[in-house]
């Protein structure tokens, strides 16, 4: 069975500053991956997916990850935080398909200092 | 993208009534919709995998009695969570998608509170 792991629960960086948040998964095939944002008492938004191809992979509000298969990692990068950025992220790993279930890391928890 | 809306987005309800949770794929079809459950500061947990016209496929340790879903339509799935008790307290989202090689969109979620 695929599993995922986010090994920071939670994360503060400053505005403006870098981020980067890892996703670790285990699967024996190629895995789909996914990253989502979850603001307080809402639903999730997709971030960016990684299906094939270019292993660095562009997001929605300045996002993007990199697939590396040899670390079976696919974490999420951003060169410049806003504080609006701040949210619960999700890493997610599918098979056999993009809409297929998904099996969900345990979250990272960002905060934002301005 | 595609929008999947949950409805309603906050529930309280007694202790032994039954809820419906609907969702729906407003602006597609969606052949299959999952149903997942988040407890407090933690992720995901897919409860079951429902597929338009036939029975849900509920992951292990989920009771099919008493987590209902019925997706009659391609367009909407229902969860009713029955004989509600205060340990099914959680936010439940619904995800759609309209084939088996493209992604899932989620909806906003349902806050549920049995009292």
């Known amino acids: 069975a695929q599993s995922v792991t986010q090994p920071d629960i939670h994360i503060t960086v400053s505005e403006g500053a870098s981020l980067e948040l890892r996703c670790n998964y285990s699967y024996g095939a190629t895995p789909y991956l996914f990253w989502y944002v979850q603001s307080p008492g809402q639903g999730l938004q997709l971030l960016l997916k990684y299906f094939s191809g270019d292993t660095l992979v562009q997001g929605i509000k300045g996002f993007e990850a990199e697939f590396k298969r040899s670390q079976s990692s696919f974490n999420l990068r951003k060169p410049s935080v806003h504080w609006s950025d701040a949210a619960e992220y999700f890493c997610a790993v599918g098979f056999t398909g993009g809409g297929n279930k998904l099996t969900f890391g345990t979250g990272t928890q960002l905060k934002v200092e301005l | 993208g595609a929008v999947v809306s949950q409805h309603p987005s906050r529930v309280i309800c007694k202790s032994g009534t039954s809820v419906k949770i609907e969702c729906r794929s407003l602006d597609f079809q969606a052949t299959t919709m999952f149903w997942y459950r988040q407890f407090p500061k933690q992720s995901l947990m897919l409860m079951a995998t429902s597929n338009e016209g036939s029975k849900a496929t509920y992951e292990q340790g989920v009771e099919k009695d008493k987590f209902l879903i019925n997706h009659a339509s391609l367009t909407l799935s229902t969860l009713t969570v029955t004989s509600a008790h205060p340990e099914d307290s959680s936010f439940y989202i619904c995800?759609?998608?309209?084939?088996?090689?493209?992604?899932?969109?989620f909806g906003q979620g349902t806050r549920l509170t049995v009292v």
């Open positions: 995800s759609a998608r309209v084939s088996r090689n493209t992604e899932a969109f």
